[in-house]
Each structure stands twice: as structure tokens, then as C-alpha cells.
């Protein structure tokens, strides 16, 4: 496993994700659903989110390397099916159980898909 291709596929993602969540963009949206009234800003919280983003990277980057894919469009492949295996049932769970609502799943969903199939790409050719 390429470590700085986690590395960047980690801060890829994290970039990616922090425009998506923007009030810009989804970001006034998504707090209105999950009904969050100011966004916690601290340092504690921003690492914790990057060593979550490196582990979520890592594991996408041991699954490529696992099905030997070594083209992007192969690595996008992969992205788009763990993200439809795993993100995508793992998250309809709180439609079912949780009364997630429709769009809330949408936005958060996407997101990943987003991240999953850049980093799938990236992940696979480094």
C-alpha cells in the first residue's frame, strides 16, 4: 500500500468534503435536517475527522490493491461499488430504522459516492 497515496487521497477527501458541507453548497441544507444549530469548530474534532478519512482511504486502498485494479477508471469501478455495497446499505438503514429523511441520505450519500470513485481513481494508478 501506497502510504502517501492515502495520505493524499485523505486530504483529497477531506477538501472534497469540506466544500460539499459548505453553506454554499449543502451545507445549510444538512443542518437543517439533522436539525444542528451551530457547527462545533474545535481542533479536537478536525483531527478526529482526518484520522477517520485516512482510515476510510486506507481500507478503500487495501480493497484495490486486493483486486489488483491498476487504471483509473478500474479504481473509480471499485469506489462506486463499495460505496454502493457498504455506504449506500449501511446508510438506507437510518431511512428504515431512524426516519432519516429522503434527502438527508441524498446529500450525505453523494458525497461519498464523490469521494469514493475520485479516490477509487487516484488510489488505483499510484
Same mark, same amino acid.
Given at each position: 500500500? !501506497?502510504? +502517501?497515496?492515502?495520505?493524499?487521497? @485523505?486530504?483529497? *477527501? =477531506?477538501?472534497?468534503?469540506?466544500?460539499? =458541507? *459548505?453553506?454554499?453548497?449543502?451545507?445549510?441544507?444538512?443542518?437543517?435536517?439533522?436539525?444542528?444549530?451551530?457547527?462545533?469548530? *474545535? %481542533?479536537?474534532?478536525?483531527? %478526529? %475527522? &482526518?484520522? !477517520?478519512?485516512?482510515? &476510510? !482511504? %486506507?481500507?478503500?486502498?487495501?480493497?484495490?490493491? &486486493?483486486?489488483?485494479? =491498476?487504471?483509473?477508471?478500474?479504481?473509480?469501478? #471499485?469506489?462506486?461499488?463499495?460505496?454502493?455495497? &457498504?455506504?449506500?446499505?449501511?446508510? =438506507? @438503514?437510518? #431511512?428504515?430504522?431512524?426516519?432519516?429523511?429522503?434527502?438527508?441520505? +441524498? #446529500?450525505?450519500?453523494? @458525497?461519498?459516492?464523490?469521494?469514493?470513485?475520485?479516490?477509487?481513481?487516484?488510489?488505483?494508478?499510484?
Amino acid at each position: 500500500m !501506497n502510504y +502517501w497515496a492515502v495520505l493524499v487521497a @485523505s486530504v483529497i *477527501s =477531506y477538501v472534497i468534503m469540506m466544500i460539499w =458541507y *459548505s453553506p454554499g453548497l449543502f451545507g445549510k441544507a444538512w443542518m437543517k435536517l439533522t436539525k444542528i444549530k451551530k457547527c462545533v469548530k *474545535s %481542533a479536537n474534532v478536525f483531527i %478526529a %475527522a &482526518f484520522i !477517520n478519512t485516512i482510515v &476510510f !482511504n %486506507a481500507v478503500l486502498a487495501a480493497i484495490i490493491l &486486493f483486486t489488483g485494479v =491498476y487504471t483509473f477508471w478500474d479504481g473509480l469501478l #471499485i469506489g462506486g461499488l463499495v460505496w454502493l455495497g &457498504f455506504i449506500v446499505t449501511t446508510m =438506507y @438503514s437510518g #431511512i428504515l430504522w431512524e426516519k432519516m429523511p429522503w434527502k438527508l441520505f +441524498w #446529500i450525505n450519500s453523494l @458525497s461519498y459516492l464523490l469521494v469514493m470513485l475520485i479516490n477509487g481513481g487516484i488510489l488505483a494508478v499510484w
